[in-house]
């Protein structure tokens, strides 16, 4: 049982540190993981999912495709929303809509806003994904799973030594 244990809670410690290294380095291979903190685009995307967006040319775009841009007004967080409408003008611009909401957003989203396309979603890992851009998630988990490796890896060390001492031991008659 024991040895159960000690296994689940390495590949815990492991996936966390996997996790949290794709979150930092997404951005780096031109990926964007993206909390969604509205219920604009359900029952396709939910509260509390992480979005992944790949950068993508303008021009690229479509009608239908779902994407994540800076807003017009300066300060808020990055949206996620569907394009309803491409404007034929360049460089183009996008009529969107939460796929949840009776209209179209009351703007249109310059080229240079989109900061990508969504490729893929995580249902409910987005909390734990904001998480750990904050510092303390940083520490949780990297830091703290690196110890509890370390630990186990000294544990296990320990254990060789003492048996080796032991077998290398004369016995008394």
């Known amino acids: 049982m024991k040895k159960i244990v000690d296994s689940a809670t390495i ?9 949290a290294t794709l979150v930092y380095l997404s951005p780096r ?13 359900e029952p396709v995307i939910s509260v509390g999912t992480m979005v992944l967006a790949a950068k993508t040319l303008p021009t690229d775009l479509k009608v239908d495709d779902i994407i994540t841009f800076k807003p017009v ?9 569907r ?11 996008f009529q969107t809509k939460g796929d949840n909401l009776p209209g179209p957003d009351p703007f249109v989203v310059p080229a240079a806003n989109v900061t990508g396309r969504v490729v893929f979603h995580f249902p409910t890992v987005g909390y734990f994904i904001g998480f750990l851009k904050t510092t303390t ?5 990297l830091v703290i799973p690196a110890l509890i490796t370390i630990w186990f890896v000294f544990r296990l060390l320990w254990k060789e030594l003492v048996r080796y001492i032991r077998s290398s031991t004369p016995k008394e008659s």
Do not use: W
């Open 11 to 19: 590949a815990v410690v492991v996936l966390l540190m996997v996790i």
């Open 29 to 41: 291979f031109g990926y964007r993981a993206d909390l969604v903190v509205s219920d604009s685009m």
């Open 73 to 81: 007004s300066i300060g808020e967080k990055p949206i996620a929303h």
């Open 83 to 93: 394009i309803i409408e491409v404007k034929n003008t360049f460089p183009p611009q």
């Open 137 to 141: 998630g940083l520490v949780i988990a």
